[in-house]
């Protein structure tokens, strides 16, 4: 019973949202019919419109650096630099209050003098959506075997080759789940925004304050109906995406240790090495990549097995 009453409590409120935003009745208390006039009303509001519109660009933009420099950033922590309190500073922003930030932003953009809008919005919410990626970004390398990367680089795969065709495919679960986090907090972020933003580019969470304050009306439970959509919808495709990613990501390193066999037995031709002992030289890290792949519990180590991969 108290777990009941607590869900109750948690969900109820959101239930009798979504089912006013069908009101007819101008007043949000008094129920006086069934009726899609608030969401024509809102669809035709062109504040509502356009600070949509700075909304999703903004997101958008964070997300997309947030998404990038967070899986750098955490790759190094990882694989280069293990440092505690790099990590520590790193962590920061997603640790410290929201008005903290914004008003330490705030001052920084007034003693660089920088024009407040929807640029200085986007490099706040990157700062912040950067340290929640991170996050997400190593507990994933944390599960890694880096004896992967290390067989990869032994059969000849540069520093780079090796990211792209086996750490990323390993990591995209984990930087499709921040990806999705860093564009979700951004999407609804008020405090920073409302800090760090001008007054011509309003974004959607500080126009519906605007409309707050003057009464709640139909149109903001319809306008609460549509953001609840849209988030089922995001977290339904992410768990859709992260489910199959695995099954790529076996794939692309599939195709990715190919690559580098054929390069390696290129090198070996070149050198006139005897392709036996040079098979014998690498038999561990072979077994341990086709063994991280999951494509034999114990593989046979030979010339056979380099060609069956190739292929």
């Known amino acids: 019973m108290p777990l009941f009453a607590c869900f109750a409590f948690l969900y109820l409120p959101i239930v009798v949202l979504v089912v006013m935003s069908f009101n007819d009745a101008r007043s949000p208390f008094t129920w006086g019919g069934a009726s899609l006039r608030w969401y024509g009303e809102l669809f035709g509001d062109v504040?509502?419109?356009r600070s949509l519109g700075n909304t999703m660009i903004v997101a958008t933009g964070a997300t997309v650096i947030?998404?990038?420099?967070?899986?750098?950033?955490?790759?190094?922590l990882a694989r280069h630099t293990r440092s505690n309190s790099l990590a520590a500073f790193t962590m920061a922003p997603a640790i410290l209050p929201d008005l903290v930030l914004a008003v330490g932003l705030l001052v920084l953009y007034s003693q660089l003098q920088v024009t407040l809008g929807l640029a200085s919005v986007l490099v706040?919410?990157?700062v912040f959506g950067m340290a929640f990626v991170t996050a997400v970004v190593r507990a994933r390398l944390t599960q890694l075997d880096p004896s992967l990367e290390e067989a990869s680089r032994d059969l000849g795969a540069t520093a780079v080759t090796t990211f792209l065709r086996i750490t990323l495919p390993s990591l995209a679960p984990a930087v499709v789940a921040g990806a999705l986090l860093t564009f979700t907090l951004s999407l609804d972020e008020f405090v920073i925004a409302f800090f760090t933003n001008g007054p011509t580019t309003p974004t959607?969470?500080?126009?519906?304050y605007s409309m707050v304050r003057f009464g709640v009306t139909p149109e903001i439970n319809?306008?609460?109906a549509l953001l609840l959509l849209v988030s089922f919808t995001v977290v339904i495709a992410a768990a859709?995406?992260?489910?199959?990613?695995?099954i790529a990501a076996t794939a692309l390193l599939v195709h990715g240790l190919g690559d580098l066999v054929?390069?390696?037995l290129q090198l070996l031709e070149r050198a006139n090495f005897d392709l036996a002992d040079a098979l014998a030289a690498d038999a561990v890290d072979l077994a341990q990549l086709l063994e991280g792949l999951g494509l034999?519990?114990?593989p046979p180590l030979g010339e056979d097995v380099l060609f069956a991969v190739v292929q």
């Open 240 to 246: 859709r995406i992260t489910r199959g990613l695995p």
């Open 262 to 264: 054929r390069r390696g």
């Open 47 to 49: 504040e509502i419109a």
């Open 204 to 208: 959607l969470p500080i126009t519906v």
């Open 66 to 76: 947030a998404t990038v420099l967070g899986t750098l950033v955490a790759v190094g």
């Open 296 to 298: 034999v519990g114990k």
């Open 124 to 126: 706040a919410h990157s």
């Open 222 to 224: 319809a306008l609460a």
